[in-house]
């Protein structure tokens, strides 16, 4: 078929027809009955109705205008998660100090023996001292 003919809706049959030869009518359609309707359709150009320029241009339009905020938005989130990975560094690097020396006080003190007491310094008197 090499020209495209109007398809009447399954509804449209013949008016004479009742409501339950209707349904029956509608049930007896096959998928090879509705692909030999659409194929001669496939092919159609559009000749009426606006061109593609009109339709094309304001959705190019918006998404650029969408597109300059996004970046900026896109922008400052990564400036804030930039920043907040500096500050987590830079406490990281202060901290690591203080962990390591309470590290290292806990350790020496798992090994020191409870058995014996821990040795005291006394000031011892020395006679050169000046006064």
Known sequence: MSSATLIAHPDAFDASLHRSDRSA???QRTRGREIDEVEPLVGVIPVAGPPAV???VPVVLMALLVAGPFVVMLTIVALMATAAALVAVAGWIVASPYLLV????????????VGHPAPSLVPARSRRAVA
């Open 54 to 56: 009109l339709i094309v």
């Open 102 to 113: 309470r590290s290292l006080r806990a350790r020496h003190a798992a090994r020191a023996p």
């Open 25 to 27: 009518a509608t049930r």
